[in-house]
């Protein structure tokens, strides 16, 4: 059965940073696109990030230059670090995995910015 377990999501004050964790199981991670959503009240979900099995990342233009996103292999994990964070990020932030013919979505995890 396949896992997608996100952590890391919380309050912060504008201007702070926050570290998301996917961690994976069930898939082979190692070949496994892996993606971060979000999505805002109100708002359709957006793509933030992707990371390739070579490790190819592309991003949004709205965080370019602001978050990071890394993959660990031999930890099955996929990470989005969020620096410089503003209002407008606040959202629900989805792992999103996509494996041979599978993909599949973590439960979430709440990012909420403060001004």
């Known amino acids: 059965q396949v896992h997608l377990v996100e952590s890391g999501g919380g309050l912060v004050q504008a201007g702070g940073s926050l570290r998301l964790s996917c961690a994976a199981s069930?898939?082979?991670?190692?070949?496994?696109?892996m993606s971060w959503y979000r999505q805002a009240p109100g708002k359709q979900r957006e793509l933030v990030a992707t990371v390739g099995s070579g490790g190819g990342a592309n991003y949004a233009d709205s965080v370019k230059g602001r978050f990071t996103i890394s993959r660990d292999n031999a930890k099955s994990t996929v990470y989005l670090q969020m620096d410089s964070l503003k209002p407008g990020d606040t959202a629900v932030y989805y792992c999103?995995?996509?494996?041979?013919?599978?993909?599949?979505w973590g439960q979430g995890t709440q990012v909420t910015v403060s001004s």
């Open positions: 069930g898939i082979g991670f190692s070949a496994a696109a």
């Open positions: 999103y995995a996509s494996w041979r013919i599978w993909t599949g």
